[in-house]
Every structure is written in C-alpha cells, then in structure tokens.
C-alpha cells in the first residue's frame, strides 16, 4: 500500500515524534507565558498604598499573588539567576535542574512510569525540589542561593502588600490559586 501524499502525524509505533514532541512544549510555554500578567498593570504607581491594617495587607497579599503569580515567579528566577553569575558551576546546576524540570514536570502529558509503576505528580515534585536544592548546595553557592531566595521572597511581599486590588480584573483562576478553590472543571476545583 502506498502513502504518496500524506503527511504522517506520528510514528508507526504509536510514539509521539521528536517534532510533535517539541511542537507541543512549545505550545504548553507559550500557554504558560500568557498568564504572565503585563508588566505595565504591575508596576503602576497609582495602584500602590498602604495597606488599611494587617487583615489587609494578608488579603492584598493573596489576592495579588495569586493575579501575578507567573510575574513574580519570574522575578525570583530572574534574581536567582542572577546571583549564580559570579558560581558559574551553581549556573550550570540551575539551568540543568531547570531542563529536567521542563521535561519531567512542567511538559509531560503522560504520567512518569519507572520501573512499571506510575509515580504520582506530588512525588516527583517533592523528589526534584530536593534534587534541585541538594545539587545547589553542593555546589557550595548556599548563601548567595538563601540570599537570592529572601531578597525575592521580600520583593513579592513587599509589591503584594502595596499593590492595591481593587483595580484588578480578577478572574477564577487568579482568585482561586490561593482559597484553593480553581476553574470549574480543573484539579484544583471543588464541586458544588
């Protein structure tokens, strides 16, 4: 039988194609961008106050890092990276952790299975975070790591409590991320 004219999709195996591999990542990360917020609603200096107390700067807190969630996750990776310049051995362990990350979490379709067993998401994200914490640390980088990580931790705070919310076109992912109630439809959402 000839297939003269056809464009195979996958392979004759039934496995995705290096191609279809790559097609897809791509469009998971540039699903995943597009909930970055634009800098421009982040960093407007109308939308700064104090908070009225502290009941409000917890809310603030919540509410904005669950809208700018993707913004500020960027801004740690952002300082992270910055602070391993002066390692460059540390460098290379973060963009290698974050590769495996890429791959074994962030673009998988399919469960992980090792060995014949399935292993559940939660595992293999406590099982990279301690990989990726321990290969750091061994690279004797700890303080500027620690350091990197408070000064980020600071900064998010700082900008979630200051950030007023009440300009804010909050939607049900964003406002659900930290009640832990998600989108209809999604893991993270409860029936009703």
């Given at each position: 039988?000839t ?6 999709t ?11 591999y ?20 982040m960093?407007n ?10 009941a409000?700067a917890?809310v603030?807190?919540?509410?904005n ?35 495996v990350?890429?791959?074994l979490?962030?673009l998988r379709?399919?469960?992980l299975?090792v ?24 690279t004797?980088?700890?303080v500027?790591i620690?350091?990197?990580?408070l ?6 705070v ?14 049900e992912?964003?406002?659900?991320l ?5 989108p209809?439809?999604s ?6």
């Open positions: 039988m297939t003269y004219g056809t464009i195979p996958s392979s004759a195996q039934g496995q995705p194609t290096n191609l279809e790559v097609t897809r990542a791509k469009e998971r990360i540039k699903a995943d961008i597009c909930t970055c917020r634009p800098w421009k609603l960093f200096l109308q939308s700064f106050g104090l908070p009225a107390g502290f409000d917890i603030r807190v919540r509410t890092t669950g809208f700018f969630r993707m913004n500020y996750a960027i801004i740690v990776l952002l300082i992270l990276f910055l602070s391993l310049l002066w390692h460059p051995i540390s460098l290379i362990v973060f963009v290698v952790m974050m590769a990350w890429l791959f979490y962030f379709d399919e469960p299975v060995f014949g067993r399935t292993i559940d998401d939660r595992v293999v994200l406590i099982v990279l975070a301690v990989l990726t914490v321990v290969f750091l640390i061994l004797r980088a700890t500027n620690l350091v990197a990580l000064i980020g931790a600071v900064l998010v700082l900008h979630a409590a200051m950030g007023k919310t009440d300009d804010l076109p909050l939607d992912e964003a406002t659900g930290m009640t832990g109630v998600g209809a439809g893991a993270g959402s409860t029936s009703s």
